[in-house]
Structure formats: C-alpha cells, structure tokens
C-alpha cells in the first residue's frame, strides 16, 4: 500500500542573488531535497516551493542559506519589503564616483602627478576597493565557500590584486618615493615591476561595475509594482445599508449579504448583484469592452468597475479574495512567477572564464619564477594577466548599451524596464493585439451621419446634439461633441434602455434604438432602414433621430480606430510578426476592427483569464508572443506574454505588469519599442563579444611578458572606450514615421 504524502506550497523572499546563475543554484539544491519541487525567480527574487509534509518551512530556509543566500519566510516578507534596498548601492556608487575619477585623472594624465600624487590615490582608492567594492568581495567568498566563481569572483581578485599589488610597491618598492611618475614599457622587465601602481585600475574597474549594478536593481525593485497597483484599484471604503440607514465602513468590513449603494461615479466596491437601481456601468477596466453596459436589478456588477449614471443598491457576493478583482491580481502573480529567469550571457560565459583565468595568472607566476625571471617579475605579469582579464567592458557591455537606448527610448515615447527584457525581443514571432484602447483609441466616437433624402446636415447635427447633450452615457456624449452646435432642450426625458427624448425649439424629438421610433408612430425611410443595417451588420452603435412622425438620420457610432494602427500593423509585419487581435468585444466588432487594420486572426468575446490561456496556447505551439494592452484586463495576459507592451495611456497595471510601456499611446511606438529592443540587444551582444575577444587576444601576451600591467590598465581602459562609444550609436536610432 503507497501512502500519499500531502503536499503544502510557500513562497520564499530570497536575497543575496547576484545573477541568473546565483537563482539555479538555490533551485538546483531545494531540488534535492526529497518531495521537493522549487522554481527560483531572479528577476522578482522569489522562490515558489512545493514540498512535502516531511520537510518543514525552516528547513527550506536553511537549506537557501546553506547555499550562501538569504531567505524569508511569508510572515517576514512584508517587513523587509519596507527596507530601501537601494541605499546602501547608492551609497557605494555615490561613494566611488567621487573618490575614483581624481584617481582615474591621476593616473591618466601626467601633467597632474605632483610630488606624492600617488599616496593621494591610494588614500581616495582604498574607500573605494574596500567599502564600494565589498559586496563583490562578500560574494566572491560566498560562491569561494560554495566551489562556485561568476564575475563577482574575477571583479573581487583582479580589483584586490591591482590593489594589493600597488600597497606593496608603495611601501616596500620604489612607488612611493617622491617624484614617482608611471614608467612606460610595452614589456616586462625581469626584476622590474615594484614602482608600478595600478590603483586607478581598482578604483575604475569598482565605481563602472557598481553602476551597472545600481542600475539593474532599481529596475528589479519594481517586479512587485503589478500587484500593489492592482489590488489599489478597489475602493476603500463602501456605504452600506443598515436599518435602512447609509453607513460607511472600510472594505474589508462588508460581508457577503451586505447591501451597499454605488453613486454614479464611484466604483463598485464588490462583485454583487443589483437589487434596486438602473444605470450604466462602465467595465473597460476590468473586462475591456469599450461601451458601458446597462444594468438593472438582478444584473450581476464587478468590483472596481465604475458606475456611470444612476443610484444602484447592490447585493455583496463575493468579498476579500474571491472577487474578481483579486482573482486577476491571482493571475499576474502566477504569470509572473511562471517567467523564465533571463541568463546573462556574461554570467555564462565567466563561469568558465574565471576560474581559467586565475589559473592562467597562477601558471604564469609559476613560469616566471621556474624559469628565472624573479618574484617581482613574475609577480608583475601575473598582476598583467589579472588585470587584462579584469572585466571592466563586461560589466559596461550590458549598462552602457542598456542605458543609451533606454534613453533614446524615453525620448521616443518607449520606456523599457531592464535587460532582461531585451532577450526575447529577436525572437518574438506573434504579437497579441488588445483592441480597446491599443489599436482603437477606447472611447466612442460619431464614425458616420446617414442624414434622410431633403434634410439639412447641420440641422439634424444640432438637434441630435441638444437631445445628447442633457444625457450622461457615453454614447450621448460622442454626439453631443460631434455636433457643431448644440442648443437647449426642454422636456427632456430618459426612456432606459430605448433612448432619449425632448423639445428642441419647436420640434418634439427622439433619439435612439429603432424600438423608440416604432413605439412613437414614426416612418423608417427604406435608405435610413438599409444604413442602420448596415451600421450593425460592421458592430457600430446605430443612432436613430426623428421628429414628426418621421426619422431624419442614422448616426453610426463606435470606438474609433486610432490613425496609426493600420501602417502599425503593416510595419509589425515587416519585422517578421503575426498580428493577433485579442478583445473582450463581440466577434462582429473585432472583426470588423480586423479587417480596417489588416489584420487576420481574431480571438473575440475573451474574459481576463482566457486572455491569459490564448497567451499560454500560443506559447504551447512554439511561438514566442509579445502582447499589447492598455486595461486591467490585459495585465496578467501582458505579465504571462514572452513580450508585454503597455500603451502609457493605460492603467497602471498594465504598465506594472509589462516590459516595456509606450508613453506615446500610439500602436507605432509598439513598432518602434520591439526595432528598438532588437537594436539595443544587438549592441549589448557585439560589446560582449568584443569585450571577450579582447581578453582571448591579451592574455597570452600579457601572460607572455609583452604587455606590462601598465598597458595592461590602459588596453582595458581602450577597450572599455569601445564598448562605451559602440553603445553611443544608439542614439543614432530613428523612430518610423506613421
């Protein structure tokens, strides 16, 4: 007989990760443990466990920690999110960008090496080396402890070795006699060595790869922004009858039962069902349609949608983490987690290179001393090896590239999170259209006026436009602005559900569905009849308008297509992507959207979830997607895509939850985002391979004695000018014009 074992989930903050390679590792020793099933995210630095009733939450913790790193359980969590992570790398960065430049200017520029300069370099390097540079030094120990080596370990041994090396010239060589100036020498000189100092190495190689740190945290810190964003779009409090009597209680008091009232313009505070009331209610935030729907008692209403109009009573049915509302900040965490950690690719390689490279400098102070060359010698080409190694344009190839086109993106309207967004940009190959608000512009407006055979445009405009101007729906407002002028209406009376009626001058109009005409005896011309059709037959809200006894004009009405979005789409295709629209709208609408725009596929008529299950669909056939949405409704869909884009005209989780966000709110800058992205992780790409080409070519030669530490400092400050001014041709890119 098998005994089940019950299995229970947790979620763990981890800390101390470093890169990708620092996430494997915990995931690779949780996974050991019997019954265990962990997924590390670097990117939110979470650890999402499945473990057995065997093995205990503090067991887990212990086993992160045993790993070199730190872990928090659930309770905690909270607490150390309050801690401003960022300080103390702001600190250090401030910290060695002040103290290193003097020291770099020192060093570089003979005209500036008065008598003592160098002491004065070794006292503003060594804050530097020490302080600034501690935390790769702590987490070249930890992975040293673990048999482990990234580029923390080679920043940690080639800073402390120019350091080290320096501190010993300056107080048992000739360094740190007055007058000292750098010697200049292509080659090594046997017993030659101890008046070289090489603190600007140290100082340089500290301060460039803090701020690339600094920087790649800042946009780490923000992976938890979806959520808090989310659940904040809820009310606060809510008025709930009691007795007959209002009372306003905080949210988290109502119960399922409770009556509460919505005023037009508040949010709903709670799924329920009306009991008393007629209105309309806007869901674009929640459901993506673009036209608010009417409600009436017994309709059912969603939490965090807005009421448009009237005073609804509504039954409570669902509360705290059953609502609709929680369920989707449910699916934002999930697709989050659910992302696959982005390897760097300097990582990879220098887990390799590293320790290669300190058996190089090993090997190379052996061959020096076995072959007769001295201690000082030998010690001087190991340092050369060391700091030719050292990788000053690896930590700069991603930074540097990173920043200049972030930069370009800012000033086009595109705002892209961090690096590890640019991975999956060069092979994304379908892109998820949301329709509402991304490929329209989310709001209705008058498309077409199909006035009747002897009547006057202008007079129909204005009559319509003084009947929809004394009305609050959305679709009464797209007249009323389309209108030239609008006069006033006397009368005026709301039929629910028909239209609107009311004294304009001196005639007695109505505006609405054809229902309200037949109702007051008016005649349908056959070409107003055959317009109105027509108008629903391609999904847009027709808008009949008459008075004695006769219909004068079909008002066709309908969220507009945005001006852009069909050279968008054509310029998507271009970049080898297949357009799919995504919409909670009706297939009529959505398909008529499609075929406007050029688009082929369609998936209409979608709740919130099942835009999550498409994305995932897609994904299962191959396909890498990147999704482009604006609502509530798209943030778990944009957080689950390969690719999440957010129209900055949006809502703030969308954006949260995206990787990039278009500020412009134009479907072009989507375009011009993913060219961009393309761009930017071509160049991070072409400096970390030269960045590394230029190690491969230089080590042997500095192993070899032809290159002293000097040119050493100065080849890899030569090739750091590279990498810096291949990343400056960013911001050379041109945006498409529509």
């Not at 011309?525 to 999904?539: F, I, V």
């Not at 006894?549 to 001006?563: E, F």
């Not at 994305?615 to 999704?627: D, I, P, T």
Request: overall charge neutral; charged content about 15%.
């Amino acid at each position: 007989m098998v005994t089940k074992i019950a299995a229970q989930q947790i979620e763990l903050a981890i800390g101390g990760m470093t890169c990708a390679s620092c996430a494997a590792r915990i995931e690779k020793k949780l996974n050991r443990l019997d019954g265990v099933t962990a997924t590390v995210n670097y990117a939110t630095e979470k650890a999402h466990i499945t473990f057995p009733d065997t093995v205990t939450p503090q067991e887990l913790v212990s086993t992160v920690e045993a790993t070199g790193y730190t872990a928090a359980l659930p309770s905690t969590v909270e607490e150390a999110a309050e801690v401003d992570e960022l300080k103390p790398l702001r600190d250090r960065l401030i910290t060695s960008m002040v103290l290193s430049v003097p020291v770099i200017a020192l060093a570089m520029i003979p005209a500036l090496q008065f008598t003592f300069w160098q002491w004065l370099s070794l006292a503003l390097a060594a804050p530097v080396v020490v302080y600034a540079g501690w935390p790769f030094h702590r987490a070249a120990w930890a992975n040293l402890r673990h048999g482990a080596a990234t580029m923390d370990t080679l920043i940690s041994v080639g800073t402390l070795a120019a350091f080290g090396w320096s501190v010993y010239a300056l107080f048992f060589g000739t360094a740190g006699e007055p007058g000292m100036t750098h010697p200049f020498s292509f080659a090594i000189e046997r017993g030659s060595g101890a008046g070289n100092i090489y603190l600007e190495v140290a100082a340089g190689v500290t301060m460039f790869i803090l701020a690339g740190r600094f920087f790649e945290a800042r946009s780490k810190r923000r992976a938890g922004a979806a959520l808090r964003a989310l659940l904040e779009l809820g009310a606060k409090d809510v008025a709930v009858l009691r007795g007959g009597v209002e009372t306003r209680i905080p949210i988290d008091r109502l119960v399922v039962g409770d009556r509460f009232v919505a005023r037009p313009g508040e949010k709903i505070a709670t799924d329920g069902v009306i009991v008393d009331g007629v209105s309309t209610v806007d869901n674009s935030m929640v459901t993506g349609e673009s036209v608010p729907v009417d409600v009436q008692p017994g309709d059912r209403v969603v939490g965090a949608t807005v009421n448009v109009s009237g005073r609804l009573v509504i039954a409570a049915q669902r509360v705290g983490a059953d609502t609709q509302l929680a369920q989707m900040a449910k699916l934002v965490e999930q697709a989050q987690t659910g992302k696959a950690a982005v390897q760097r690719l300097a990582d990879r390689v220098s887990a390799v290179f590293v320790p290669i490279v300190i058996a190089l400098a090993v090997a190379t102070l052996g061959f020096w001393l076995g072959t007769g060359g001295g201690l000082t010698a030998a010690f001087t080409a190991a340092v050369a090896v060391l700091i030719i190694a050292c990788p000053c344009a690896l930590g700069l190839a991603t930074p540097t590239a990173l920043l200049v086109g972030t930069g370009r993106g800012a000033q086009l309207g595109i705002l892209i999170k961090g690096p590890e967004v640019l991975e999956s940009t060069r092979t994304v190959d379908t892109i998820v259209l949301d329709k509402t608000g991304t490929v329209t512009t989310g709001h209705m407006t008058l498309l077409d006026a199909v006035i009747a055979e002897g009547e006057d445009h202008d007079e129909v405009l204005h009559v319509a436009g003084a009947l929809e101007s004394a009305s609050e729906h959305p679709i009464a407002k797209a007249i009323a602005a389309a209108a030239a002028s609008t006069g006033t209406v006397d009368k005026f009376l709301n039929v629910e559900g028909l239209g609107v009626s009311g004294t304009v001058g001196d005639k007695k109009a109505l505006a609405g569905r054809a229902a309200l005409m037949a109702e007051h005896g008016l005649d349908m011309p056959a070409q107003l009849e055959s317009a109105r059709q027509e108008a629903q037959a391609k999904g847009h809200t027709a808008v009949l308008v008459g008075w004695d006894g006769r219909v004068r004009a079909v008002l066709a009405v309908a969220d507009a297509v945005k001006p852009t979005s069909k050279a968008a789409v054509a310029a998507l295709r271009g970049l080898g992507l297949t357009p799919v629209l995504l919409t909670g709208d009706n297939t009529t609408v959505a398909h008529t959207i499609a075929a406007e725009v050029g688009i082929d596929q369609v998936i209409a008529e979608v709740l919130p979830q099942d835009k999550v299950e498409v994305v995932k669909r897609l994904q299962a056939q191959g396909k890498v997607v990147a999704m482009v949405g604006d609502g509530v409704n798209d943030a778990a869909a944009l957080a689950q895509a390969d690719l999440g884009l957010a129209m900055g005209t949006g809502t703030d989780v969308a954006i949260e939850a995206s990787d990039l966000t278009l500020v412009r709110g134009d479907l072009m800058a989507a375009v011009d985002a993913i060219r961009l992205s393309r761009k930017t992780l071509g160049t991070i790409k072409g400096n970390l391979f030269w960045a590394f080409a230029y190690n491969v070519a230089a080590l042997p030669l500095a192993a070899i004695g032809v290159l002293n530490p000097m040119i050493a400092g100065l080849t890899m400050a030569l090739s750091s000018v590279f990498v810096v001014s291949n990343s400056l041709r960013l911001r050379r890119f041109k945006a498409i014009a529509a």
